[in-house]
């Protein structure tokens, strides 16, 4: 029953910046976390971001550290990702996803259980 859908991709300019929306939808929304990953043409689909919806501790891949800024908005259903410093390798299609409390890593794809359809993200130089 819940549906989330992403918006804010497009294509921006090598140290630039993007923000991202993702807006859960549906029956009451109460995850254990929401998460940003991304997938690049020919590579896995990796962890960028998450944060837990109640205390806001947050979680970032190595490669978006510093850069990247995740947020939510708890009353509005909704969770952000600013990305800063935006490069070339950022490229990839921009998944939004929530899961539901488990002894499961945070950072995994496989312990999230909704999937929004993703926004392109192209980052040229």
């Known amino acids: 029953q819940v549906q989330l859908v992403e918006s804010g991709g497009g294509l921006v300019q090598a140290g630039g910046s993007l923000r991202l929306s993702c807006a859960a939808s549906g029956r009451t929304f109460s995850p254990y976390a929401m998460g940003w990953f991304r997938q690049a043409p020919g590579k896995e689909r990796e962890f960028v971001a998450a944060i837990t919806w109640l205390a806001g501790t947050t979680y970032y891949a190595d490669s978006v550290n510093g850069r990247f800024t995740i947020s939510r908005d708890n009353a509005k259903n909704t969770v952000y990702l600013q990305m800063n410093s935006l490069e070339p390798e950022d490229t990839a299609v921009y998944h939004c996803?929530?899961?539901?409390?488990?002894?499961?890593?945070?950072?995994?794809?496989?312990?999230?259980?909704?999937w929004g359809q993703g926004t392109q993200v192209t980052v040229s130089s």
């Open positions: 996803a929530a899961r539901r409390p488990g002894g499961r890593s945070t950072t995994s794809p496989g312990t999230y259980d909704y």
